[in-house]
């Protein structure tokens, strides 16, 4: 992997992002999480100015306002970005229905926080938290924001990720979030989005991820004898089905090789302590052909690069353990942090 070339590439984006980002402005923490995390696997956070990023994100902090009731249920996270900021002086919020927190923007900012070094302990993780409650559903699922949002494990992930970083769970009720997690779980063995879905990569990382996050996962699972509220077995199976003929990680059946599973279905193998059983030299070779000239990695082989894709190519080289970068911590999505 060529690590300079990715450097590079990282600091041209924290510098501008390109116009063909415009339709993501609604996610635009999520694309600096990219950025900042990514300039943290590759060892170069150094390149940044932290007590500029931390003021920056804390900028997007959702604070309640003085006509807020206890009956909005607003989400006091943070927002995903400036366009939905909306002002007291200039709107009247209580009829703003989405004017509040978004779950994974919120995760975002708090992974880019503790990643250069703030102490999450200054935040009103209370605030957060309890807040946060209100967007837990009755089967244990959450929604995004707390007002007309789908619901599904991603956000359950998000959760779970914003009580660990925060070191509370009075946020989220544990054994409801498990039990929908596992309602997940398909015949097969992966998990869908929804309880009935397909089976998908990402909502295996984000099932899987969770359940270890909130201590429903051992590190020595797979040796375990005693059973398991996981098809563990079923699982493993499923995951190590998706490693394609070219090397790379499939999301789904009889879909093509994709640069980002590498990380959320490897990130799977790895909290199972099962990488040893994935082929690891064909991974490298699949996420090689990725690699794109200008850096960054694409979805597919030898297309242009994408934040996306590049942070979790680079995330997989990682898991790798590609000389030079950060270890990971795999259920946090981000370096690991001492």
Known sequence: MDRDRHVRYLEMMYESIPSD?????????TLAYFVISGLNILNELDRINKDQVVNWVLSFQVHPSDTDTKDSRKFYGFYGSTTVQFS????????L???GGNLASTYCALAMLKTVGYDLGKLDSELILIS????????????????????????????????????SWCGMDREKAKEYIL????????????????SHGG???????????????????????????????MLLEWCLQRQAADGGFQGRSNKASDTCYAFWIGGVLRILRAQKFMDRKALRGFLLTCESEYGGFSKFPR?????????????????LEEPGLKPLCIALGIADIA
């Open 132 to 167: 946060m409650k209100n967007l837990q559903k009755h089967d244990g699922s959450f929604m995004p924001i707390h007002a007309g949002a789908e619901k599904d494990l991603r956000f359950v992930y998000c959760a779970a990720a914003i009580c660990f970083m925060l070191n």
């Open 88 to 95: 007291q002086q200039l709107f009247d919020t209580t009829k």
């Open 21 to 29: 980002y415009e339709e993501q402005e609604i996610n635009r923490l």
């Open 303 to 319: 297309k242009f690069p994408d934040l996306y894709h590049s942070y979790y190519g680079f995330s997989a080289f990682s898991l």
């Open 203 to 233: 909502a295996t990382y984000c099932a899987v991820a969770a359940l270890y996050l909130m201590g429903f996962i051992e590190d020595d699972l797979l040796s375990r004898s005693s059973p398991s509220h996981l098809n563990v077995p």
């Open 97 to 99: 229905s989405h004017n």
């Open 183 to 198: 309602s997940c779980q398909s015949y097969d063995g992966g998990f869908g989005l929804v309880p009935g879905s397909e």
